[in-house]
């Protein structure tokens, strides 16, 4: 895909279209205060407070949930300097707003349709399970993760189909 022409996301009419979605969709977000989880689980991170973390729901009893080593990383970074919500809902909105580009990207490449593309990413913002991930504070882990993800795959497809891998490009998006 040839990032310079009129049906990639450097149109600013769709990045602002899609912008305008996500921020209709869940800029209320920002509005949002700490939920009870996250709150303590900040505190307990912030505070390097093992008992209190260790009983937690995240990692009591439910061997589906773990902590990432970015969670403490970041949460802590950010209460450490700002200490209030919004900021927290803010970081995990932009990252949501990169994911659907990211998103329109892919679909554009796959498709080579604008429109499928507008499509698929205003479909993927509106869609309620996105919600999860928006209305928890401390969930902007979830949405690199997801943002790397997308990066890796973009530069998959965009190698395999020209026939060239770099085998250290390769192994270092395995790690």
């Keep these: 895909m040839n990032l310079k022409s009129k049906n990639d996301i450097s149109t600013p009419l769709v ?3 899609l912008l305008g979605l996500v921020l209709l969709c869940h800029g209320l977000s920002l509005k949002a205060q700490f939920m009870v989880d996250d709150f303590y689980y900040v505190k307990a991170v912030t505070t390097a407070n093992v008992d209190l ?3 937690l729901s995240l990692t009591k009893n439910n061997p589906g949930h773990h902590l990432n080593p970015l969670d403490p ?3 802590t970074f950010l209460f450490s300097i700002f200490q209030e919500p919004i900021y927290f809902y803010g970081l995990n909105l932009f990252l949501f707003y990169g994911n659907v580009l990211l998103l329109y990207l892919i679909v554009h490449f796959l498709t080579q349709s604008k429109g499928t593309a507008l499509t698929a990413a205003a479909l993927f913002t509106v869609h309620p399970f996105n919600a999860e991930v928006l209305c928890h504070a401390t969930f902007s882990t979830v949405l690199l993760t997801a943002g790397f993800l997308q990066l890796s795959f973009i530069y998959f497809l965009k190698n395999f189909l020209a026939q060239k891998i770099s085998k250290g490009w390769l192994w270092l998006s395995l790690i």
């Design 53 to 55: 973390l260790a009983n």
């Design 15 to 17: 990045a602002l279209l």
């Design 73 to 75: 990383t970041i949460n």
